[in-house]
């Protein structure tokens, strides 16, 4: 792997930023770049970096694609807003659920869903605004978990060899490549984001796909966004540097009314790690698990169970696909 890791104790925040906006600004020239906001730590990063770059010439839009969790496309774009950042909202529901039908496998979810933001969605957003350049969060462990095969993250292309040019029609600039969250963190409290961006958990780049085990369909993945927000209502007075809600596949066997149901699982998982490539799961109070469990019941439409996810990374890996 060519990308060499810029660790936290070694991290400069105000050099780095200059030295990155410097870069952007000399990549694109006189140029206009776009970028694609999530709300994440990552993006809401590169954002700011580009936005200090070049001004009025990013174009960052936010891409709905269906598959965030609840609310989160306009508080996002509102929040930028109030920063003095233009974000364009995209509707592409339609487009990535037509893309996810009928697939399970995790590799070919993300495939999908990588084909549909940069092929179709971005691809189109490129060409109406005449840039040639394309601002990533892509952070080192990314690169780090693909390059090693543990887990395809949507987001790497060149680093599997894929010339972006040739394909999209773009060229991506990878502003946080070097990077890992801690650092990134650093970065976005230098920049001046509110810490509820700067500090907030990490958020798959498929989103809630990556937390549903089969098919994500819309169905699917608007039974796992209420049991997300239960989740991070219920777990936002542990500890922890990342809690989340995962919804199985295989029908179980439950009891409501009196009568046998066959329902919906729901698996909680909740993580202690300092760096992403190691974690230990957070020992949650058992009433804090005991109620959880009474609300996804009861609340979530069609569950009758909810287990508690107790293995290491490694063997288990923070996301369950």
């Known amino acids: 792997m060519d990308v060499q890791e810029l660790k936290l104790q070694e991290l400069n925040e105000e050099a780095f930023i200059r030295e990155q906006t410097a870069d952007i600004a000399q990549a694109v020239g006189d140029g206009v770049a776009v970028n694609a906001l999530s709300g994440g730590v990552d993006s809401s990063v590169v954002t700011l970096l580009g936005h200090q770059a ?18 989160e496309p306009q508080r996002v774009v509102e ?16 487009e ?51 390059v090693a095969g543990i887990k395809r993250q949507h987001n790497i292309l060149a680093q599997l060899g894929i ?9 991506v600039l990878e502003p946080l490549i070097r990077l890992r969250k801690p650092a990134v963190r650093a970065v976005g409290k230098a920049l001046g ?5 700067y500090n907030r958990p990490p958020f798959p780049g498929p989103a809630l796909t990556a937390r549903v085990v089969g098919e994500a369909t819309r169905e699917r993945i608007e039974l796992v966004r209420k049991a997300t927000v239960i989740t991070e209502k219920e777990l ?12 199985h596949q295989d029908r179980v066997t439950g009891i409501r009314d009196g009568k046998r149901e066959f329902g919906n699982q729901i698996e909680i998982r909740c993580w202690n790690t300092k760096d992403a490539v190691t974690a230990t799961p957070v020992r949650v109070p058992w009433e804090t ?33």
């Open 163 to 171: 010339d972006t040019e040739q394909a999209y029609g773009y060229s």
């Open 193 to 197: 984001l509110p810490e509820e961006v």
């Open 236 to 247: 936002a007075g542990v500890k922890a540097f990342q809690c989340m809600a995962i919804l």
């Open 289 to 321: 698990l005991e109620k959880l469990a009474a609300r996804l019941t009861t609340e979530v439409p069609g569950v009758v169970s909810v287990t508690y996810h107790i293995a290491t990374k490694p063997p288990s890996t923070m996301e369950v696909v």
């Open 96 to 146: 990535f659920f037509d893309a996810l039908k009928g697939i399970e496998d995790p590799e070919e979810k993300r495939q999908a869903i990588t084909d549909t933001f940069y092929k179709s969605v971005f691809s189109r957003l490129v060409k109406q605004s005449g840039a040639r350049h394309l601002l990533q969060g892509t952070i080192f462990t990314d690169v780090e978990e693909t």
């Open 79 to 94: 929040l930028f807003r109030e920063k003095n950042v233009p974000v364009e909202l995209i509707d592409a529901r339609d």
């Open 54 to 71: 070049l001004g009025e010439r990013l174009k960052t839009y936010f891409v709905d694609n269906g598959i965030m969790r609840e609310g």
